[in-house]
């Protein structure tokens, strides 16, 4: 019978338990941040244990960063948090990335930029967009905090094997198209629950096109259309990826030699198998209160058909019939763990160099990681950023959601490079509408959405 990648890296990890029933299973790489880890240490200190294998687990420090003076929280809960995480890991011995640190980021851009994050791997972290790490050919997903705990203490989880997807992308993406509009149009078209119960995997000419980071876009999504996880098979391109970085395997080619037998042996393999032309990809922008609200730029917003739209609708301040050329944006961010790396900085400065945002748009840049906001640096793109009149910060999780300073004011339309746009995510009242960082650039300069096939600038 043939088998998923999928199939192929569980089989690797069950230590006990048959399918159908919970199966537990070694855990290679544990991620953790401030938000939910507290409890977790908590109970392995009030039950007297260890934490079983340190050098599994890898901490670092990025809702509740401040991107201004990093080192100056002011909201009490948000220092609590992370001053707990520092005396945590320092008590169990788990590695930090503590703020100020070279290795700080969003725990989503640092894994992989680490070299922690490879093919083969079963990852966990209490974010739900531990799928993004899915792009190495890895089974990446979310935890709870007690299940944090569980790993802490034994390197092990119980799950229940879900069924597989394949989603076929296939086709030559058009100019001015990402692989966030795929990955928006995706689940525009099959709704926020499609990939509820199974594990998603991305597969097809397009994506294997695509770069490392343009894939951990399409991954870290996966969440926002239900699905646990979602995953790439590692290929050439993964591989020269990895190497070379701080904790990739030193034997790299023994280490490759392991990792190219994660492959999908034929689709047949697949529980489910749905397809996806991008070839006539329009860019897409969210109008509602949820990723799948979203609508190609040259298409008007859905009439209201249900109690969830009429809500939507209110919430926004939007009508059905607009077009996101009549969203008045207010306030611009990029960044998160979607699109606030190097590429999609780049993707952004090159539209915004010789231009000048918006009269009344307050822009927010906020790179992924120390290390994407030196590389920026290096490049001259914060000179580029600032002379067309946004705000170049330090690194962490920032607008993406209403934990630390950066929120969009009440009443705001945003334009959005991050993953979700659900109510009051980016601050009370505050109004999302994501798009890839190349639409929310042209977006800053105009002030509303433009169609970037046909704007030139
Ligand atoms: C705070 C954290 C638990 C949360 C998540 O799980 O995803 C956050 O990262 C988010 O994006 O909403
Ligand atoms: S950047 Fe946003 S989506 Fe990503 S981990 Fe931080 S809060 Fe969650």
Request: charged fraction near 20%.
């Amino acid at each position: 019978m043939s088998k998923t990648m999928f199939d192929k890296i569980w089989d690797k990890h069950v230590i006990t338990g048959k399918v159908g029933d919970p199966q537990l299973l070694y855990v290679d790489l544990q991620l953790l941040h401030e938000v939910t880890s507290p409890q977790a240490f908590e109970g392995l200190r009030e039950n007297n244990r260890k934490v079983r294998c340190p050098d599994r687990n890898f901490a670092t420090m990025d809702h509740n960063v401040p991107t201004v003076d990093i080192f100056n929280i002011k909201d009490a809960i948000s220092r609590k948090q992370i001053d707990t995480l520092k005396k945590n890991t320092g008590e169990f011995g788990v590695r930090l990335a503590g703020m100020g640190s070279e290795d700080q980021g969003i725990v989503h851009v640092i894994g992989p930029q680490l070299g922690l994050t490879q093919p083969g791997m079963i990852i966990v972290c209490g974010d739900s967009h531990t799928a993004t790490h899915g792009a190495f050919g890895s089974i990446a997903f979310g935890i709870g905090t007690s299940e944090v705990e569980h790993v802490l203490a034994t390197q092990t989880i119980w799950q229940t094997k879900p069924k597989t997807m394949g989603i076929h992308i296939h086709g030559k993406l058009p100019k001015g198209i990402y692989s966030k509009d795929i990955i928006m149009g995706i689940i525009a078209r099959e709704g926020v629950a499609f990939g509820t119960g199974y594990a998603v995997e991305y597969f097809g000419d397009t994506i294997s096109n695509m770069s490392m980071e343009e894939r951990m876009t399409i991954c870290n999504m996966s969440i926002e259309g239900g699905a646990k996880m979602g995953s790439i098979q590692p290929d050439k391109t993964t591989f020269e990826y990895v190497k070379g970085r701080k904790y990739a395997p030193k034997k790299i080619d023994q280490a490759i030699k392991y990792w190219q037998q994660f492959k999908t042996d034929d689709e047949s393999a697949f529980d489910k198998v749905i397809d996806f032309d991008v070839s006539d990809l329009a860019p897409f922008v969210s109008w509602g209160t949820n990723p799948g609200m979203s609508v190609p730029i040259n298409k008007a917003f859905p009439e209201i058909k249900n109690a969830d739209d009429k809500k939507a609708y209110d919430y926004i301040g939007l009508q059905p019939g607009q077009t996101a050329q009549q969203i008045p944006i207010g306030y611009v961010f990029f960044g998160s763990c979607t699109n606030g790396r190097l590429s999609d900085l780049m993707i952004a400065a090159d539209i915004l160099k010789g231009h000048h945002i918006a009269k009344g748009v307050t822009a927010l840049v906020v790179p992924g990681s120390r290390e994407v906001k030196e590389q920026a640096e290096k490049l001259g793109i914060d000179k580029i950023f600032k002379a067309a009149g946004c705000d170049w910060r330090e690194p962490g999780c920032s607008a993406c959601l209403g934990m630390n300073p950066d929120q969009v004011p009440s009443g705001v339309h945003c334009a959005s490079t991050s993953n979700r746009n659900f109510e009051g995510r980016q601050g009370a009242g505050a109004r999302t509408h994501l798009a890839s960082p190349a639409m929310v650039a042209e977006a800053a300069i105009f002030g509303h959405f433009v169609d970037i096939r046909k704007e030139v600038i």
